[in-house]
T-cell receptor, first 109, second 115 residues
Framework: DAKTTQPPSMDCAEGRAANLPCNHSTISGNEYVYWYRQIHSQGPQYIIH???NNETNEMASLIITEDRKSSTLILPHATLRDTAVYYCIVPRRDDKIIFGKGTRLHILP | GAGVSQTPSNKVTEKGKYVELRCDPI?????LYWYRQSLGQGPEFLIYFQGTGAADDSGLPNDRFFAVRPEGSVSTLKIQRTERGDSAVYLC?????????????FGPGTRLTVL
């Protein structure tokens, strides 16, 4: 997989927007950016994915820079239930996901 | 509808024993994935099935690990001669079809402890 770099941890106040960065400078033109999250003691959960246009769904927004070398996952109004590890993934092959260590997001009350 | 289920939720065994971990995917999902997750790490890919056949088993750490999916639905991960280093959470996921462009739905995992 294209190497991704994420900060190991971040804090965000409840009710504020959580902005999680991801660097993927070696991404190829046809590779997507995927985000999953894993709440404690649960399996990972798909959040969103994108190629080059910004994407939004009921969970989050994904902003991809024009050169596609980095992206930001935005949780617009973070709640305590958003405390989790967030994984940014750029699969190189169309068959499996390789997880890194992700960003541990703490939502502070 | 029912999600991916895994049994048992916890398994404690002794070094050298044989264990089987079961995964029930979402009905109709043709692809099934196994991952292993150690404390503080992201899930590590082990193997995936498309239908009954193992499409990619490159993540299995050695020949003590084996997985089957005989009818293209339920899968069993088998570990022979368990070692303390096998202790981890084993996660199963399924998707409608193989390929990362199909959302994977994960089960809650089986926590394996080898004493």
């Amino acid at each position: 997989d294209a190497k991704t770099t994420q900060p190991p941890s971040m804090d965000c106040a409840e009710g504020r927007a959580a902005n999680l960065p991801c660097n993927h400078s070696t991404i190829s033109g046809n590779e997507y950016v995927y985000w999953y999250r894993q709440i404690h003691s649960q399996g990972p959960q798909y959040i969103i994915h994108g190629l080059k246009n910004n994407e939004t769904n009921e969970m989050a927004s994904l902003i991809i820079t024009e050169d596609r070398k980095s992206s930001t996952l935005i949780l617009p109004h973070a709640t305590l239930r958003d405390t989790a590890v967030y994984y940014c993934i750029v699969p190189r092959r169309d068959d499996k996901i390789i997880f890194g260590k992700g960003t541990r997001l703490h939502i502070l009350p | 509808g029912a999600g991916v289920s895994q049994t048992p939720s916890n398994k404690v065994t002794e070094k050298g024993k044989y264990v089987e971990l079961r995964c029930d995917p979402i009905s109709g999902h043709t692809a099934l994935y196994w991952y292993r997750q150690s404390l503080g790490q992201g899930p590590e890919f082990l193997i995936y099935f498309q239908g009954t056949g193992a499409a990619d088993d490159s993540g299995l750490p050695n020949d003590r690990f084996f997985a089957v999916r005989p009818e293209g639905s339920v899968s069993t991960l088998k570990i022979q001669r368990t070692e303390r280093g096998d202790s981890a959470v084993y996660l199963c996921a399924s998707s409608l079809r193989a390929g990362v462009y199909n959302e994977q739905f994960f089960g809650p995992g089986t926590r394996l402890t080898v004493l």
